[in-house]
Nanobody, 121 residues
Framework: QVQVVESGGGLVQPGGSLRLSCAAT????????MGWYRQAPGKQRELVAT???????TYTDSVKGRFTISGDNAKNTVYLQMNSLKPEDTAVYYC???????????????WGQGTQVTVSS
């Protein structure tokens, strides 16, 4: 079973920075992509950034130029560096892993428990 654990959320003032981390652990698996989503109160969960195993990373328009997704393949870890944070970035941030079993074609999706990011003065 594959597990995903996030860390790094917290309270920050507008204009500040935070770095979120996400580690995937478990038995052998192949990663298709790792990404970050967020859900603000009363809103639907939205994609923030995604980093496929092959191909360029993508970002939602509202975070382009401020957020950067990166990863350490050897550690099955993905990071989200968030700069110039705004109050509208306040949300629970979730890490998502798309993966398959070695040699398998079926794709699975695993989620972390979420980490709260609050941007407020």
């Amino acid at each position: 079973q594959v597990q995903v654990v996030e860390s790094g959320g917290g309270l920050v003032q507008p204009g500040g920075s935070l770095r979120l981390s996400c580690a995937a652990t478990g038995s052998s698996f192949s990663i298709y992509a790792m990404g970050w989503y967020r859900q603000a109160p009363g809103k639907q969960r939205e994609l923030v950034a995604t980093m496929p195993s092959r191909g360029p990373s993508t970002y939602t328009d509202s975070v382009k130029g401020r957020f950067t997704i990166s990863g350490d393949n050897a550690k099955n870890t993905v990071y989200l560096q968030m700069n110039s944070l705004k109050p509208e970035d306040t949300a629970v941030y979730y890490c998502n892993l798309e993966w398959s079993k070695p040699g398998g074609a079926l794709k699975f999706s695993s989620w972390g428990q979420g980490t709260q990011v609050t941007v407020s003065s």
